[in-house]
């Protein structure tokens, strides 16, 4: 008797002990964090007292909300040790500017505390057209549109009628963050000045033929279709027959001595077409990025020509030479960085002045065919404050969007009653 309570204390103990032990493993897989905020050099007057402060674990996308003390710093402990993305965007009470701030890729290591220092830019909000949605990746249950239903939309955020006579809109070259992709456009072209597009279309007219009210969309689609017809799952379809323009460019494609897409590139003739500016051979059948688009909208006085085109050898296995057309920053109005998933932040193409973060359709990739769209959410503060549709412009993508899960095409046309 006396050996049997011995053995159970013994393996009792034991049990303890590997319960104990796998506690202690567990705490040393945490680190601890420290950020704090500064303000950018010639600001003033400026409080980093409670500044919200979004903490996000690129692997299993957890995240961590802190506020800054009143010497704009947080501390969070117990994280798990991994890759994070820190990201800070503040309005203040008046509404009349914004404080952000991004930090990506910082490595929590085990009992270890990392410390990071986030110097905070303050920006108007400025007032003019913005990308409200990008649709790109196909209805879900859904294979008799494909993705032949995509489209842009814009909203004009200002209290004056904008004319989009003129504007240009462009889908950026690049990989996209796919799990086996090792090659972001940054390694092949580096000059922070310009952006590189796959195709650029522009609004046709002569200055005052495409007017945008205050608070009202402006549709760009691939395809002005109604996919719902003779769809089995229409509630998942888009009707793009509202839309102001489409893209078509087969016959431009002809012309210039090559092939179009008459599958995927059809013309509504009762919808005006876009002007067809550049476009990488082959890819005529898109009009955004499928695996997302990084998409700006800018202006410019003079033509594209062939000085603009960069040429360079893509490292894959064939060494494939690539040519992409240059657009200067300073002439973008806005821009959106979409990638495949939370961890994809080496493949911005986007510039961090145009777009600080960067928005998944989902955190952890996504197939084709989500039905899910990109979509910029509303600023309740100032469309309250001011009577009018106001949508969130912090030139931060993680901030501004969200992925929705199905299309909302002049979703907000009535938000305002």
């Given amino acids: 008797m006396k050996n049997n309570k011995f053995i159970w204390l013994v393996v009792t103990g034991l049990i303890l002990s590997a319960i104990f032990t796998a506690c202690n493993d567990d705490e040393n897989y945490l680190g601890s964090l420290k950020v704090t905020v500064l303000l950018k050099e010639g600001l003033k007057n400026i409080s980093i007292e409670n500044i919200p402060v979004l903490v996000t674990n690129t692997t299993d996308n957890t995240q961590h909300s802190l506020i800054t003390d009143i010497n704009g710093a947080v501390f969070a402990d117990g994280l798990a040790a991994g890759t994070y993305n820190i990201t800070i965007s503040a309005k203040n009470e008046e509404g009349n500017y914004y404080l952000s701030g991004t930090q990506n890729n910082v490595v929590i290591n085990t009992e270890h505390e990392t410390t990071v220092v986030i110097e905070l830019n303050a920006t108007i909000p400025e007032t003019g057209l913005v990308i409200k949605e990008l649709y790109y990746n196909g209805a879900a249950d859904n294979y008799v549109s494909l993705f032949k239903d995509q489209f842009v939309e814009l909203v004009n955020n200002s209290d ?51 007017p945008i009210e205050p608070g009202k969309s402006f549709v760009i689609a691939l395809n002005a279709i109604n996919f719902k017809e003779g769809n089995p799952v229409p509630e998942k379809a888009v009707d793009n027959t509202g839309s102001d323009l489409e893209r078509y460019s ?42 997302g688009p990084g998409v700006v909208i800018f202006r410019r006085d003079e033509d594209f020509s062939d000085s603009d085109i960069i040429t360079y050898t893509k490292k894959d296995e064939e060494e494939t030479e690539v040519k992409i057309m ?24 986007i510039p961090e002045n145009i777009d600080a973060g960067f928005i998944s359709l989902s955190n952890d990739g ?30 931060n993508s993680t901030v501004d969007f969200e992925a929705i899960n199905l299309p909302d095409q002049r979703g907000y046309d009535n938000y305002i009653k």
């Fill in 160 to 210: 004056e009628t904008i004319y989009a006579d003129g504007l240009f809109f462009a889908n950026l070259h690049g990989e996209t963050g796919g799990y086996s992709e090792e090659h972001p456009i940054t390694e092949y072209l580096s000059n922070a000045e310009y952006v590189y597009a796959d195709w650029i279309e522009q609004v046709p007219g002569t200055g005052n033929e495409y």
């Fill in 250 to 291: 087969v016959k431009w494609l002809e012309n210039k001595g090559l092939s179009g897409n008459e599958y995927f590139d059809l013309d509504n003739p009762m919808v005006p077409n876009m002007r067809n500016i550049f476009i990488l051979d082959g890819l005529d059948h898109c009009l955004l990025e499928l695996n």
């Fill in 326 to 349: 240059k657009i200067p920053v300073a002439d973008i109005i806005d821009g959106v960085d979409c990638l495949e998933n939370s961890g994809a932040v080496n493949f911005k193409r």
């Fill in 366 to 395: 996504q197939l084709f065919y989500s039905s899910k769209s990109i979509r910029r959410k509303v600023d309740e503060e100032l469309t309250n404050m001011l009577g009018r549709l106001v949508l969130m412009d912090t030139n």
